[in-house]
Structure formats: C-alpha cells, structure tokens
C-alpha cells in the first residue's frame, strides 16, 4: 500500500485560496489514481476532485467546479488540490486518498479508494 499525508490546510477568509499537497510513499505513485474528498461534522464524506494515473483525466463535484483544481506530480510523487473562491460551506476535513486500479481512470467513490491520508483541516469564515 501507498502512504499519504495531507499538508496545506488552515483557516482561510471567504474568497480566500489554499493549495493542499498529498505527499505519497511506499508503492510507485504513479500507478494510482488520486482523489480528494471531504467530510463535514455531521454530514457524509463527498468526493471533491479525482485524477487518473497520468493527469490526463480529472473529475471535479459540482460543489466545487470552476473553484478547485486537482493536479499532481508523479516525478514528486505528490497530488494537489488548489482551492480557490473558498466559501464557509467548504469547511471540513479535507482527505486524500489512492486508487490502485488497472484502468486508467478517474474514481469518484470512496470504496474504490484503497489508502487514505489522515485528513487536514480547512476553515473559512465568513
């Protein structure tokens, strides 16, 4: 299995931006695919942003379209999530998480995900 560590988090003001980085290690990053999802109190766990193995594919939740864009370096083995237009409803515990699939896809489930990170916290206020 792949580990992973979330970094980037924070308290930010509405309109704000925050770059989350996911720092991977143990297998070879770039056979996995990339997700990010969120969870906040209360509520379930919603998918933000996934990327296939190679970055040529991305999918993002309509919460979030046109604000967040997902990326990753497999060369650092590390995936992003830039974070942009921040409104109060995006706080909760942002995870990423990995994939180890052989199709070349995007994976918008959390039970396809098969490592996860343990989580950063992201605050906007209003």
């Known amino acids: 299995q792949v580990q992973l560590v979330e970094s980037g988090g924070g308290l930010v003001q509405a309109g704000g931006s925050l770059r989350l980085s996911c720092a991977a290690s143990?297998?070879?990053?770039?056979?996995?695919?990339m997700g990010w999802f969120r969870q906040a109190p209360g509520s379930e766990p919603e998918i933000v942003a996934a990327?296939?193995?190679?970055?040529?594919?991305?999918y993002y939740g309509d919460s979030v379209k046109d604000r967040f864009t997902i990326s990753r370096d497999n060369a650092k083995n590390t995936a992003y999530l830039q974070m942009t237009s921040l409104k109060p409803e995006d706080t909760a515990v942002y995870y990423c998480?990995?994939?180890?699939?052989?199709?070349?896809?995007?994976?918008?489930?959390?039970?396809?995900?098969?490592?996860w990170g343990q989580g950063t916290q992201v605050t906007v206020s209003s």
């Open positions: 143990g297998r070879t990053f770039s056979s996995y695919a």
């Open positions: 998480a990995a994939a180890l699939r052989s199709r070349g896809s995007v994976y918008r489930s959390a039970n396809e995900y098969d490592s």
């Open positions: 990327i296939s193995r190679g970055g040529t594919m991305t």
